[in-house]
C-alpha cells in the first residue's frame, strides 16, 4: 500500500520530504499479519516517536488508532502548509485555523534541529539582500559566509541540501532555540521568531 503523500508533492515541501517508503514496506509487513487495522498514520507517528528517541531527545506515549485520510486536495496542501518564505503572522494563521497556538508554533517550529533544506528556500539572504552587495544583516556573518560556499549565487544550486542545524546536525536537542539567540538560523521564517514580542520569550526560555 502507497502513503497518499499529496503534501509531498505540494510547494512547500516539495522534493524535500524523504523516508516515506520506508512507512511504505513497514505498512505492507503489517497487513500481511493484521489486515486493515493499523493506518499509515499511526505507523507514522510511532516512527517518529522512535527516530526523535533514538536521536536524543525524549520518548513518550503515543496515542494510537488515527484514522488515514480518504481524500487529498492540492490546492489545500499549497495554501494550508507553511512556506519557509511566509511572515510569523501568517504561519501562525494557519497553525491556529488547525486549533494549535502561539506556543505549539514555537514548540513544533523545534523539530528543525533535525533535518535539511534546499538552498532555495535561502538563497535569497545569501546574495544582494534587499538590494545591498552582500548577505542578510540579520543572519550571522560567519554562517553566511559558510552557506555562500555552499549555495552559490547561480539557479543550478538551488535544490543542494544543507543542514538546518550544522551543529549538531543528528541529534535531537535544542540547539535550533540556540541558534535563533546567536542569528544562526538558516529560514528568515525560523528567525522571525526571535523579532516577535509574542515568541521571543518562548525562544529563550
Known sequence: MVINRLADYAFPNRNSARGFEVIETIKANVEKVCPKTVSCIDILTLAVREAVFLTGGRYWSVALGRRDGLTANITASNTEIPSPFESLDNIIAKFTSKGLNIKDV????GAYTIGFVQCFAFKFRLFNFSGSSGPDP??????????????????????????????????FDNMFFRNLVNNSRILSSDQALMNDNRTTAMVIN
Open 106 to 109: 514555537v514548540a513544533l517550529s
Open 138 to 171: 540579520s543572519l550571522d556573518a560567519s554562517l553566511a559566509t559558510n552557506l555562500q560556499t555552499q549555495c552559490l549565487n547561480q539557479d543550478d544550486s538551488d535544490t543542494r541540501l544543507v543542514p538546518l542545524d550544522a551543529v549538531t546536525t543528528t541529534k
